[in-house]
């Protein structure tokens, strides 16, 4: 399985950014795609994930500015974020997950200036 992410960037606080998840290889169909943010020196964190049938969960510093979704027929999935704040700083990665497998892509970087 490849997970490979795009749409990072600089931005100024209160713009919009989308980043894009695409994922190949044996993927089940039953999986749940997601974003994790890994700001400087803290740990990783979720940020939202979807399921294949698009429910949907978003970390309580992200809701209502962000929106994830997800495009079963392309394996992609896509993380609109708006209102971005400077804590939103960090290394975002895609992940995709079933039963014990889960798998990480490379992270893509999103920096809001103040």
């Known amino acids: 399985v490849q997970l490979q992410a795009s749409g990072g960037g600089l931005v100024q606080a209160g713009r919009s950014l989308t980043l894009s998840c695409a994922a190949s290889?044996?993927?089940?169909?039953?999986?749940?795609m997601g974003w994790y943010r890994q700001a400087p020196g803290k740990d990783r964190v979720m940020v939202a994930d979807v399921t294949s049938d698009g429910t949907a969960n978003y970390a309580d510093s992200v809701k209502g500015r962000f929106t994830i979704s997800r495009d079963n027929a392309k394996n992609t999935a896509y993380l609109q974020m708006d209102n971005l704040k400077p804590e939103d700083t960090g290394l975002y990665y895609c992940?995709?997950?079933?039963?014990?497998?889960?798998?990480w892509g490379d992270g893509t970087l999103v920096t809001v200036s103040s």
């Open positions: 290889g044996k993927i089940d169909s039953g999986n749940v």
């Open positions: 992940n995709v997950r079933w039963g014990v497998v889960s798998e």
